[in-house]
C-alpha cells in the first residue's frame, strides 16, 4: 500500500479528535513570507476531517474514466517510443533525428512521471491489473523501482521535509535548509545541482545508498552492498539498452541512434528535476524539525504536507495560458504540478488533483495556510537562488 496509509507517525483525525490538549499535541507556529501561520491541535483536526472527506470522496468514484485515463496515457507513451527509435535509424537526416529524439525524450518523461511515478505511489492498485500493480512496475529509470519505493513513497511521504529524516532534503548532496549544519563542502552547492539535474536519474538511483550516512561515518560502503548490487544491475541494463543495444541495432547509424538517446535521457533529466524540485523547494516553502513533528496527528501531517510543497500553474502566467497547454503540460511533469495535493493524496491518481485543487485552496484559505503556487519559471528561479543562497556559510 502507500505511504499515506502505512505511514508510522500520523494518527487518524478520529483517533486524536477528543484527545485532550497535551505537550504530545503541539501548536505548530511557522513564518510564511514574513507571516506568522499557527495550527493548533483543534484546528488541526478540523483541518484533517475536510481533507479527509475530499479523500474519501475521490476514492469512492475511482472507475473506468481513471481506468481509461492510465492506459491511455501508457499507449501514447509506447507509440512515441516506438516511433522516436525507428525515426532516430533516420538520423543522418537532421530533421528525422529532432524529431526522434524529441519523441523519444516525451516518452521517458511520460514514462517516468504520469506512469511510473503515479503507478509505483500504489494510484492504479484498486484496478487489480498486475501490469499497474505498484509493487510489480518497473520503469525506464536508472534507479530500481523497489529502492525508490521506499526511499520515496515511505521515507519522503512518511517525513516531508523533516530535517534529518526526510532525504529529498538535498537529495544528500546538496545543503536546501537553513536547518542542515554548513559545512565547507557546501560551498560547491551550485555545481552540485546542476550536475544533479544533468545526471538527475542517476542521483535517484543513489538515493537507497544514503551517501551523507556513508561519509558521516556512521554507515560504511560495504553495507550497503546489496543496496549497490541493485543499482549496479539497473544502471548495466538501462545502460546496455540505450548506448548499445539500439545503437548496434542501426548499423552505419549508431551515432545517431547513440547520441538522440543520450539527449532524450537529458531532456528527461532536467525536465523531471525542474518539475521536483520547484515542487519543494521554492519561495515559502518550509521544514520542519524532529520534535515539532514528534506524535503528530493526521491533520498536522497535513499541514507539514501544504507547506513544504509547492504547485505550478504552467511555463507562464495563468491569465495567458491556454487551457489545452495548461493540460498537456500538467500531464507531462505526471501532475506533480500539483505538488500540493499529491502530497496531501499520494495514493489519489494524479489526474484527479486538478478537480481538487480549488477545493484544496480554499480549505487552506480557511485556515489561514499558505497555498503556495506560480508559473515554472518564477518557481524554478527561487530554488535556483536558493540552492547559491545556501552556499554560503552566512545563511
Known sequence: ??????????????????????????????????????????????????????????FADLGERDATYIRSVIKAQRALEVGGRAMLFAGIFPPAWLAGTA???????????????NVM?????????????????EWDSA???????????????????IVDMDRDIGYGILRMSEDQRWHPYYLGNPVYAFLLMVFFQYGV??????????????????????????????????????????????GPFAPWVFTGNLTANLIRNVWSYAIIFCGHFPDGTQEFTKEETANESRGMWYF?????????????????????????????????????????FPDIPAHRHADISEEVQAICEKYGVPYNKGPLPKQFGTVIRKI????????
Request: with cysteine; glycine share 4%; proline share 5%.
Open 103 to 117: 519523441m523519444l525524450a516525451a516518452s521517458k518523461i511520460l514514462d517516468n512521471m504520469e506512469i511510473g511515478h
Open 205 to 250: 538511483a543513489l538515493h537507497e545508498l544514503e551517501t551523507e550516512r556513508i561519509r558521516s561515518g556512521e554507515i560504511s560502503i560495504a553495507d550497503k552492498r546489496e543496496t549497490l548490487s541493485g543499482i549496479w544491475r539497473k544502471v548495466k541494463r538501462q545502460t546496455l539498452k540505450d548506448y548499445v543495444a539500439f545503437p548496434l541495432l542501426a
Open 121 to 137: 505511489h500504489g494510484q492504479y492498485d484498486w484496478m487489480g491489473d498486475p501490469a499497474l500493480t505498484s509493487r510489480n512496475f
Open 143 to 161: 534507479c530500481p523501482s523497489d529502492q525508490w519505493r521506499h526511499s520515496h513513497n515511505y521515507m519522503h511521504h512518511t517525513y516531508t521535509n
Open 388 to 395: 547559491v543562497k545556501l552556499a554560503s556559510p552566512r545563511n
Open 304 to 344: 507539514r504536507q501544504v507547506l513544504g510543497s509547492a504547485n505550478l500553474t504552467g511555463l507562464f502566467p495563468r491569465r495567458s495560458a491556454r487551457p489545452d497547454s495548461a493540460k498537456l503540460f500538467h500531464i507531462m511533469s505526471g501532475n506533480l504540478s500539483f505538488q500540493i495535493e499529491h502530497h496531501l
Open 1 to 58: 500500500m502507500t505511504a499515506i496509509l502505512e505511514r508510522p507517525i500520523a494518527k487518524t483525525v478520529e483517533e486524536t479528535a477528543e484527545a485532550p490538549t497535551t505537550p504530545d499535541r503541539k501548536t505548530i507556529t511557522k513564518t510564511v513570507a514574513g507571516k506568522s501561520v499557527t495550527m493548533t491541535p483543534e484546528q488541526a483536526d478540523e483541518f484533517g476531517r475536510e481533507l479527509d472527506a475530499i479523500r474519501e470522496r475521490v
